[in-house]
């Protein structure tokens, strides 16, 4: 089992910043790949970004390419969301998952989730 719990959420004016952190408990983190995922009011879970359980290789969606940093060091068994030049449409609860190894852009092949943070960015 592994167990995650995000932070750093909150309410930001369009064009702020904030950071989210996933921290992991249980197996060994550093053999897990990350993902961000984020649910707006009324939408589906969408794919945020991803990195691999080294910190390689890291992918992230169209919309938030360029904003958004994922970071991760597994000596504090942690992962991390940057999120630059927010925007509304960025409001959503973000969750992090974990995955053996792989990464992907699909929420179905994730096995382990956080409970998620708000985001909510004002206009």
């Known amino acids: 089992q592994v167990q995650l719990v995000e932070s750093g959420g909150g309410l930001v004016q369009a064009g702020g910043s904030l950071r989210l952190s996933c921290a992991a408990s249980g197996r060994t983190f550093n053999n897990y790949a990350m993902g961000w995922f984020r649910q707006a009011p009324g939408k589906e879970r969408e794919f945020v970004g991803a990195?691999?359980?080294?910190?390689?290789?890291?992918y992230y969606a169209d919309s938030v390419k360029g904003r958004f940093t994922i970071s991760r060091d597994n000596a504090k068994n942690t992962v991390y969301l940057q999120m630059n030049s927010l925007k509304p449409e960025d409001t959503a609860v973000y969750y992090c998952?974990?995955?053996?190894?792989?990464?992907?852009?699909?929420?179905?092949?994730?096995?382990?989730w956080g409970k998620g943070t708000l985001v909510t960015v004002s206009s």
């Open positions: 998952a974990a995955r053996l190894v792989y990464y992907t852009d699909y929420d179905g092949d994730y096995d382990y």
């Open positions: 990195i691999s359980w080294s910190g390689a290789k890291i």
